[in-house]
């Protein structure tokens, strides 16, 4: 018997039915987002070989990419507000409307906010939020868009100049679709000084690609990328010059060319169960020999992690606490020197006492040794007003004879 075909129920079974699964339904979600929520909490997407939940979600749990975005944050911020499970449970808010109340949820106001967007649809709770939390109107705005999709090349041949109103939003987002087999359609919106890079590299390139194809321009762009970042990342070269390894950082040039082409560009991790972490991004070298024992940075004692599995190695070699409290140490430390930063940048904006009188001397004649020379001694001057530095630059550019030294007055 197919489970699926339902014909032989009758209607008030079948909208019973429905209404039962619905039901479960939202149990379901609830006890999912607490699941997700507690495996986010304690991180057990790390000892799994996943370098985030995102990850996790989407490769291990097989949700879909918006799927999982949308769970995630409706888990973490159920997390922080426990009611929103059984106001998801009971089938007073939906996953939608979580993820639109999160941003504006707090200890004072969620059993309120709860309240009054129980059993609101999506619009409902989009009206609410405005009567709550209103924002400024947006500025008026006239665009035109292709009334038909451009070919893919046409800013090869000049501007588009077939225009109609439509809606804009789809062009505003990225996107990177599947067309063939080898084949994609990339779509996004450039910046103007982004735009004027693009036509100046089709000017260079004429002789190599006289119609100018977008396509060959991005590839030829890219290689040039990629070769630059390749550079710095793990030191590629045509003619690598090999050497021992040393101890301690940093990571010698022909070290991370060789632990980059062993690990093929992807974290080392690998769970209990033999899944490798499929991360390609934010890669780090990574001691396995931690160099505070005496690891050595060789080949052998180098390998590529991502920075999640990178510090989840730490945290077990060292200690979650020590850890802790080196990243609190580092945080400080990098807001110090931020700060100092600023500072030197105010100081060096600010015009000296010296800078602000060698402009007027220049415009009286002097040559520009002689103002500086004279403006110097107003360094020690700084509260004295503009006009008594230069009148002690002055005096000291007057001839010799022409000098008049103050002397103490004395009585007859």
Not at 22 to 37: G, I, K, M, N, S
Not at 110 to 137: C, M, N, Y
Not at 245 to 266: K, L, M, S
Request: aromatic residues 6%; glycine residues 4%; positive net charge.
């Amino acid at each position: 018997m197919n489970t699926y075909s339902l014909s032989h129920l009758g209607d008030r079974a079948l909208l019973r039915d429905l209404a039962s699964l619905v039901a479960r339904d939202r149990a379901t979600t609830a006890a999912l987002l607490a699941h997700l929520a507690e495996v986010d909490a304690r991180r057990l997407y790390l000892p799994a070989a996943y370098p985030s939940m995102y990850a996790y979600c989407v490769h291990e749990l097989g949700l879909s990419e918006e799927a999982a975005f949308k769970r995630i944050h409706a888990a973490r911020t159920a997390r922080r507000f426990p009611a929103l499970f059984a106001a998801l449970a009971e089938g007073r808010l939906h996953l939608s409307g979580v993820v639109m109340l999160a941003p504006h949820l707090t200890p004072a106001n969620v059993d309120e906010l709860l309240t009054a967007a129980a059993h609101r649809s999506k619009a409902g709770i989009e009206q609410l939020l405005a009567e709550r939390f209103p924002r400024p109107d947006i500025p008026e705005r006239v665009q035109a868009i292709p009334a038909r999709a451009a070919p893919a090349d046409s800013l090869a041949l000049g501007p588009v100049d077939q225009h109609a109103p439509g809606r804009v939003e789809g062009a505003s987002r990225p996107q990177v679709t599947p067309l063939s087999p080898e084949r994609f359609a990339l779509q996004l919106t450039l910046a103007q000084s982004t735009y004027e890079k693009l036509r100046y590299a089709q000017t260079l390139l004429g002789h190599q690609l006289p119609t100018g194809e977008i396509a060959a321009v991005l590839d030829r762009a890219l290689d040039a990328l990629i070769g630059q970042l390749e550079k710095q990342k793990f030191a590629a070269t045509a003619r690598p010059r090999p050497r021992r390894g040393t101890a301690g950082r940093p990571i010698p040039a022909h070290v991370r060319r060789a632990v980059w082409e062993r690990d093929q560009g992807q974290c080392t991790f690998v769970s209990d169960a033999g899944q490798r972490c499929p991360a390609r991004t934010r890669l780090e070298f990574d001691h396995q020999d931690p160099v505070a024992r005496g690891g050595q940075t060789t080949v052998e004692n180098v390998r590529l992690r991502c920075r999640a599995h990178n510090q989840y190695e730490a945290e077990r070699v060292f200690g979650a606490g020590f850890i802790s409290e080196k990243r609190v140490e580092a945080r400080r430390a990098r807001v110090r020197a931020a700060a100092e930063a600023r500072a030197r940048t105010a100081a060096a904006a600010e015009p000296s006492h010296e800078q602000d009188v060698v402009p007027w001397l220049r415009q009286l004649g002097f040559r520009p040794d002689e103002a500086r020379r004279a403006a110097a001694p107003c360094e020690a001057i700084p509260a004295a007003s503009l006009e008594e530095r230069l009148r002690l630059a002055l005096s000291l550019l007057r001839p010799p004879h022409r000098r008049v030294e103050a002397s103490p007055v004395t009585a007859p």
